[in-house]
């Protein structure tokens, strides 16, 4: 799960990081208010889950509470790849003297937390990685000994050469650190870190993504959810307990396994097809399931085939077979559906299936083919 | 002979009176699986299916059984510690078939279970099975047979795919071993790829990889640089847009890292078998026998 | 540094360990007070820094507020082993099914925190472990990954055969442990965890040592400290910075170094004599800390001749000279000394001294031997 | 020869700038060891004393000067943490010299020197002298001499005392150790025994413990039953009273453990010289030449 800007700097603001004063407004009154509260200049900035949102027009600098009237008014409600800003932060404007990176991810390769740094800052740091892999500095953290004086103050002498920001930025990075941890994140950035012209080191962007896995047992965390940033599709699909994500393809595919379901969408790409979505229903075959799957892929109205590949282990293939039955009757479908099952009670499924007249069959690649025919005809 | 598991395999349930963890002891004792021991806190004295004895701890179980292997099926937040436990009371095989442990507990995890010289197996992951001999997780029997295919995957449904293919195509498998989808697990491909090099009764292997990482080029640097055996694989993912998680906690493509055309690319310089479509593993495998 | 049961039990409590309500009363008024606050019936228990207070008399069951009154009155100004008592926890008394004993010590052996747990509890460990070994539980915990839950369940079931008594023991382990390391402890311990006759599992009386190394760092611990439960003469060496522990004997010892602080009370006892004290000046040699040290032990009415071993290898003997020269001419001495100098500027002292109208020698056996003779003789 | 330090030894000072720090590095540049570098943060690219390197970092002066011995004399807050640092930076040897650390953090110091392959001496210790060839920490370098004597302590002073009346009755030493008077320490009386019986130099090893944990009794058991060469023991601390810490955070009688007539009891069963007084040393080490 992403956070926005604004929420990631409140996480880590408690952890003791030095952020800029600011806060969240909806209205370009609010902002106004907000920048004669902190004091300008100010920063408006768009919250959106998306990068690039200086490029796009999403963050100006204000020398007035006027001006911070004016560009939240041109910022609320702008689309931004997609998404509408409805939240923008108005915060306090620092001077820059240097622009640093300092983020954390999980590092699948060392199972670790692992720290990058960098003295160039301010930009995306995929492009430093790219282009100045040797401007980039990467400490892997043993998490059972927690991130330590010394090896903060390595990456601080890294960052910079004065001893007082260096013992600053290690500061920063424990603090960071512990606020990665708490939060259950798999991602943590501060970008850019700035040194002031008078020497202070802050922390002008926050950005976390949370290991959707850490939510259940942090409450506070998930109730930072902002729903009205994501995909309503999607948003609908996790309530139901659903794997979705969508995609711009025709043909709608419904999946046990992940793994499964991504080959799936490969092979009706291989032939020929464009898959609309990923959908993995999971291991546990309970026909509401399918109820939920079958609702949120026709309302796609790009689909122009359904395509259901199941194959029964745990999932039980008469519960899916009961499922598609159930959720057609309820809401007749528009679009053909090709149907394979093949596992745990196929005959049963398949005899289903059969007196509801529905064909289906105990081959993927041949269900695949006839999916991907199906939508290129109606497509046509 | 086989890797990892075989008849001597003894086995403890963690969770064993659970929902899945019920269900799965009872197909995995169907199997023929040793299963000598499971474990829930306060039913320690109790009997599953009035043969197996349940314990409150896992040291208890092992103290009383000399169980070797544990398998478990606990909910997500006790996961970590249920692994734990089992590495701390001397089990030598963790198979973890919990899906949605947090990244960060594993980072833990992982360093305590190799401190204590135990094998982790997932998590979330299918288990692994050698067909005719033992069976530990959720991986349907039925669909295996025994032979000379060594098979590898972090997927559960895709491997069942495939194995589904092979088995009915007559290529049985040695041993089909799930590694699971999330980003840190207990054992990588290339620890699967040398058990099976090792092992005398594999003379093919077959790799299902997807997105994310670089497990599978790893994987097939081992291969062009360590193996003497065959090995096909296939990555699941081509059409996955970047930035979003697949449903498995460790699919996903971050910035351009871990697409599936660089891992295919690993797999040509390796000199590998590459199946484009599930189905062709059954000539690709043939062919290699 | 020794916590009281009150502070303990407070520190406990914030750690989420289930604790009677309970509170200090300083005066038999108060007490009544807080047992009507509290509800009857109530625990009457002095909080002094001594072992065995039961048996003193000092801890009392009050069925009535009346009762609390009066076994206050007579608590209150107690000597329990040379303390006076000044203050009373008035605490909840709890029905009591069973009682079992958790404590935590770092253990030198294992060089890891290591639980003690036994079901045998409400007396004396060292009694338990001594009689009937095999009723205690030992557990060393890997601090690189904290308390884990299996381990504490595994103590937990070792103390109760149900489930649900297990896993809260499990939890008050959790919750010691984490307060055993938050709050820098050698030891904490809760004697008795109590079962109540309705299950519920409580600590009726908690324990917690400081280790003083970790003050530096944890003012709010310091803050707990209770200078009118500690020896005067040591309260003044700690704060003049010597290590000083008071003894009951007539040579009054100065040394540098613990080690050999030790080695010359040992020598003054082999040859007869008894030390006074072990105070170690440290290895920096400031004047100002012998003429703290000279004010100390001449403080004490026991003492009949007083003994300098100085060896010095970072701690300067003339620094040492000089300070007994300071000290002895503002206060001039009323018992004999005895000086033994030996190491870094050794002539330099043996002149400061000499032409002060002191002798010195520079072994350590001869000068024990004269300064046990001398107090001897005092003594006679 | 000589045991853990000799004229090969290449040593850093964290803390080189302080106040103990850079008097003590004087005194050891003098005694002639072989000081390649200091660690300051925030100093790095000075002098100390006009020729050794300062660096802000441990690896940065590992990296520039190939050290393989540390001593650190920083302050009690910050010894755990120069500890970890100088293991992570591959020191070899790390000897702190620093009194007051807390007990806790050396429960993940310790096994975090070990997890790095590192030897540590101390916390809270003098550090150690091979005569004639390297001194690293305290000890005064003129009251020693080289000669067959291995001298273990977990005391200073005393050590001083009795090295001092070797030194004068002629008879010198090959290393005199101060393992240090802490609870947790990184090298403790075993360690140095061993060492000390490896060491051709050393025929007669001379030991001062003190009360408060089993760490005397365990290298008496060690002397009994792994050692050939004779070993003289001390123990102070007779007249000290259960409960009181005596100065020494690890000199503390804990109930009835520790105390000094149990550790002389070991000694005795042992078979080892016992040295009632400092000044017994001398004949006893005499004898067994």
């Known amino acids: ?28 009154d609010a902002a106004e208010a907000l920048a ?100 980039i500095k990467y400490h892997p953290v043993d998490p059972r000994y927690g991130l330590r004086t010394f090896e903060a103050m390595e990456m601080g002498f890294f960052l910079y050469e004065d001893v007082k920001q260096a013992r600053a930025a290690a500061k920063i990075m424990q603090q960071l650190y512990s606020a990665f941890i708490e939060s259950g994140c798999s991602l943590a950035e501060i970008n850019p870190l700035v040194v002031t012209p008078t020497g202070t080191v802050v922390a002008v962007d926050g950005k976390m993504v949370i290991d959707d896995n850490e939510l259940d047992r942090l409450p506070a965390i998930e109730a930072l959810r902002d729903e009205s940033s994501e995909e309503a599709s999607e948003v609908e699909a996790r309530k139901a307990n659903l794997t979705f994500i969508k995609l711009d393809g025709n043909v709608g595919c419904v999946v046990n396994g992940a793994g499964l379901a991504m080959a799936t969408m490969d092979l009706v790409k291989y032939y020929g097809g464009d898959p609309a979505n990923f959908l993995d229903i999971g291991g546990s075959s309970n026909p509401e399931k399918v109820v939920n799957a079958l609702r949120i892929i026709t309302a796609d109205k790009n689909v122009k085939a359904i395509l259901f590949n199941i194959f029964g282990g745990i999932t039980r293939t008469d519960d899916v077979a009961n499922g598609i ?17 093949t596992g745990t009670n196929e005959e049963v499924a398949m005899k289903i299936l059969t007196e509801n007249g529905f064909s289906a069959s105990s081959d993927m690649d041949e269900a695949v083919q006839k999916a991907v025919a199906l939508a290129t005809g109606a497509a046509a | 002979m086989s890797i990892f598991i075989d008849n001597t395999t003894t086995l403890l349930v963690q969770g064993i009176t659970g929902r899945d963890g019920s269900f799965h002891a009872k197909q995995m004792m169907e199997y023929g699986t040793t299963v000598v021991g499971g474990v829930t806190p306060g039913k320690g004295g109790q009997k599953f299916e009035e043969t197996v004895p349940i314990f409150n701890t896992v040291a208890q179980a092992v103290a009383a059984t000399g169980a070797n292997t544990s398998v478990i099926y606990v909910p997500p937040p006790f996961a970590a510690d249920a692994m734990m436990e089992a590495a701390a009371a001397g089990i030598k095989l963790i198979v973890c078939i919990t899906e949605g442990v947090p990244v960060l507990d594993m980072t833990k995890v992982y360093p305590y279970v190799k401190e204590m010289g135990a094998r982790l197996l997932g998590p979330n992951c299918p288990g692994l099975i050698t067909p005719g001999q033992s069976k530990v997780g959720i991986i349907p029997g039925r669909i295996c047979a025994p032979g000379p295919v060594g098979v590898v995957s972090r997927s559960g449904t895709l491997t069942y795919e495939i194995v589904n293919l092979l088995t009915k195509a007559g290529i049985g498998q040695s041993t089909c071993v799930g590694i699971g989808g999330d980003p840190i697990n207990g054992t990588n491909f290339i620890d699967a790829l040398a058990a099976f090099e090792a092992d005398p009764q594999t003379t093919v292997v077959a790799m299902m990889g997807e997105i994310g990482g670089t497990d599978e080029q790893e994987a097939a640097e081992f291969v062009r640089t360590k193996m003497s055996k065959p090995v096909v694989g296939f990555i699941a993912g081509q059409t996955a847009p970047p930035g979003r998680r697949m449903g498995h906690a460790g699919a996903i493509i971050s910035g351009s890292a871990g697409t599936a055309a660089e891992k295919i690319e690993a797999f040509e310089k390796a000199g590998m078998g590459i199946a484009k479509r599930p189905m062709d593993f059954v000539e690709l495998v043939k062919a290699r026998l």
Chains 1, 3 share one sequence.
């Open chain 1, 1 to 28: 799960m992403n956070l926005h800007e604004y929420q990631a700097k409140e996480i880590l603001r408690r952890h003791g990081v030095p952020i800029p004063d600011g806060d969240i407004a909806t209205t370009p």
């Open chain 1, 36 to 135: 004669v509260k902190y004091g300008v200049p100010v920063m408006v900035k768009a919250q959106v889950h998306v990068g690039g949102r200086g490029k796009a027009g999403g963050v100006k600098y204000c020398a007035t509470p006027a001006a911070a009237k004016e560009k939240a008014t041109a910022i609320l409600g702008m689309d931004i790849k997609g998404l509408t800003v409805l939240k923008v932060l108005v915060t306090v404007a620092e001077d820059i003297g240097s622009e640093a990176y300092v983020g954390i991810i999980v590092d699948r390769a060392t199972k670790k937390p692992v720290f990058m740094v960098s003295a160039a800052g301010g930009i995306d740091i995929e492009e430093v990685a790219a282009t100045t892999p040797e401007k």
């Open chain 1, 325 to 341: 039955v159930t959720a057609t009757k309820a809401n007749p479908l528009t679009v053909p559906i090709v149907i394979r099952l």
